[in-house]
């Protein structure tokens, strides 16, 4: 079974500086995507990035990016120029090939942003 | 309307009493899918809907969990003989359902709290 490992419970940053998050994930799966949730206070969820696996390049979504290591089965998230409206509950997600939006996520990490 | 809606917002019962659950998702989309979030944890997939076929329910937890979906729009999630373990966040999804990897859009859940 695929799962997905969140090691940071809580993440801090101050306004305008960059954080990472990290996530791992396990899968003997060749074909699969990845994806970064954002959980607002209002509990609905908003994609932030997502990441085929057989792409080598990272994705980017304006201050949003990816490290997507294949090898390490690692997948970070990068938010540069850190925002008040970025503070959130942060999910990681995994989805097989033919699992059609059967996600499976992390634990999650809840991100402060510090004025 | 224009994103996907769930009712109620927030329910309290009494454990063994039964609860529904309402989605409505964004017109024309073909896939639905239910969630649950529990205190602290990532989303766990329940229940998936494609068009006419028949429902993928292998996230049900038991078979006290049930939910179908009428006319191929709106889905009513139940939970018979509720138990405090329910307790939860359940949120549903919806997509256009015509290809992998799609973004899903998420409604903002209904908050269950079990007595």
């Known amino acids: 079974a695929q799962t997905v490992t969140q090691s940071q419970p809580e993440m801090s940053v101050q306004e305008a500086e960059t954080v990472t998050l990290s996530c791992t994930y396990d899968?003997?799966?060749?074909?699969?995507?990845l994806f970064w949730y954002k959980q607002p206070p209002s509990r609905q969820m908003i994609l932030v990035i997502r990441q085929e696996a057989y792409k080598q390049q990272n994705a980017t979504e304006n201050r949003f990016s990816v490290n997507f290591q294949k090898a390490a089965k690692s997948f970070s998230l990068k938010i540069s120029d850190s925002q008040l409206g970025d503070a959130a509950m942060y999910f990681c997600a995994y989805e097989r090939g033919t699992s059609y939006g059967k996600l499976t996520f992390g634990q999650g990490t809840i991100l402060t942003v510090h004025p | 309307g224009a994103g996907v809606s769930q009712s109620p917002s927030n329910k309290v019962t009494e454990k063994g009493k039964d609860v529904e659950l309402r989605c409505d998702p964004i017109s024309g989309h073909t896939a639905l899918y239910w969630y649950r979030q529990s205190l602290g944890q990532g989303l766990e997939f329940l229940i998936y809907?494609?068009?006419?076929?028949?429902?993928?329910k292998s996230g049900l937890p038991s078979d006290r969990f049930s939910a179908e979906r009428t006319g191929g729009s709106v889905s009513t999630l139940t939970i018979q003989r509720t138990q405090q373990e329910d307790s939860a966040v359940y949120l549903c999804?919806?997509?256009?359902?015509?290809?992998?990897?799609?973004?899903?859009?998420f409604g903002s859940g209904t908050q269950l709290s079990v007595l």
């Open positions: 809907f494609q068009g006419n076929s028949a429902p993928d």
């Open positions: 999804a919806s997509s256009l359902g015509d290809r992998q990897y799609e973004k899903l859009f």
């Open positions: 899968t003997s799966e060749s074909d699969y995507y």
